[in-house]
């Protein structure tokens, strides 16, 4: 067995009661056909259906189902004419699903907030331990973009590269994945908000979160995303109240 089936398999037991975790265990033909692909880089083109039920000793038909089933989940993407895709599942499309998600149930994105907040906070801290030069590097040009302009969407750029650094310099493959899966909504809960008037708390926030990361601080990187979001929610209530600050 080799390290993706190992990972696949694990994976997989990890979560055997969830209900596509369960079908993946007991459906050999799926198993193989995602273990097949676990060997693949997305964007990469799939054998024709023909080879691929050679390869896999599946009939035509079952393949052409957990193909189906995949294709629904966003892993493959049929293109006319020009054959069957691996994408992976992507952070952005599951994002988009989440969008979905929230439409039906009726969620604000002010709901996400506290999402937002835990992982940061545990981005924060995880940077503490296993940022390096590289990273550090990364938010302190975040910091220097912020005190560099008066301009307030240039100030927001400013600061989505602050947090995307922050999400790698935690060196978590599940904190980025899903950082990058909730930026589309997330990036729709701050475009809203007034921070372009209020420029100097924006970088002093910022400025503390880096301090702490940078000293290994983990308690007070802690404090310091806590602090964050404090600032943000006097700014939410500031556009539900109709009343943004006056420029700084």
């Given at each position: 067995m080799d390290t993706n089936s190992r990972k696949l398999d694990d994976t997989?037991?990890?979560?055997?009661?969830?209900?596509?975790?369960?079908?993946?265990?007991?459906?050999?033909?799926?198993?193989?056909?995602?273990?097949?692909?676990?060997?693949?880089?997305?964007?990469?083109?799939?054998?024709s259906e023909r080879e691929l039920s050679q390869e896999l000793n599946l009939s035509r038909n079952t393949l052409r189902d957990r193909m189906s089933k995949l294709e629904s989940m966003g892993?493959?993407?049929?293109?006319?004419?020009?054959?069957?895709?691996?994408?992976g599942?992507?952070?952005?499309?599951t994002g988009d699903v989440l969008i979905l998600s929230l439409m039906f149930q009726?969620?604000?994105?002010?709901?996400?907030?506290?999402?937002?907040?835990?992982?940061?906070?545990?981005?924060?801290?995880?940077?503490?331990?296993?940022?390096?030069?590289a990273a550090l590097a990364a938010l302190k040009a975040s910091i220097d973009a912020m005190h560099s302009?008066?301009?307030?969407?240039?100030?927001?750029?400013?600061?989505?590269?602050?947090?995307?650094?922050?999400?790698a310099a935690s060196g978590s493959a599940g904190l980025i994945f899903f950082s990058e899966m909730l930026?589309?909504?997330?990036?729709?809960t701050l475009q809203y908000l007034t921070l372009e008037h209020d420029f100097t708390t924006m970088r002093t926030v910022h400025q503390a979160i880096y301090a702490a990361v940078q000293a290994g601080d983990a308690a007070a990187a802690s404090e310091t995303i806590d602090g964050h979001f404090a600032w943000l929610e006097i700014l939410m209530d500031r556009e539900r109240q109709g009343n943004p600050a006056p420029d700084q």
């Open positions: 997989a037991g990890a979560l055997k009661n969830h209900r596509f975790a369960k079908s993946l265990i007991n459906d050999p033909p799926l198993h193989s056909l995602v273990e097949m692909l676990l060997q693949m880089e997305p964007g990469q083109r799939l054998a892993a493959l993407q049929r293109r006319e004419r020009l054959g069957t895709y691996y994408t599942v992507q952070p952005e499309q009726q969620m604000t994105l002010d709901s996400l907030i506290s999402v937002r907040h835990a992982l940061e906070r545990q981005a924060a801290v995880e940077a503490c331990a296993n940022a390096d030069a302009t008066e301009d307030g969407e240039l100030l927001l750029e400013a600061d989505g590269s602050f947090h995307r650094a922050l999400f930026q589309p909504v997330l990036k729709g």
